[in-house]
């Protein structure tokens, strides 16, 4: 399998990053939406919601889209998702 890759994208919104990967993400076509207070099922989910800042998260088969409070900066917000993603696909 390929070295796992992570692309930063911007969107339209401020306050959500889309981590394009070049693995599958889920196998559903249609996006999976998560807000932090969920407490959903989906270990992905789980580990990205609990990153301080992170208010919700989507889910698509190749992308997770990960929205942030007004408060934090991005950088540490990117840092840690990257290294949630990271853990879990490794």
Avoid at 60 to 85: F, G
């Amino acid at each position: 399998m390929d070295k796992l890759s992570i692309r930063i994208e911007e969107t339209p919104n401020p306050n959500a990053h889309r981590y394009v990967l070049n693995r599958q993400v889920q196998e559903e076509a249609k996006g999976r939406f998560f807000a932090a207070d969920d407490q959903p099922d989906e270990p992905l989910v789980l580990a990205l919601v609990q990153v301080d800042g992170v208010t919700n998260v989507l889910l698509l088969p190749n992308s997770v889209t990960v929205n942030k409070d007004n408060e934090r900066d991005w950088k540490a917000v990117d840092d840690a998702t990257l290294a949630v993603i990271e853990d879990h696909f490794t």
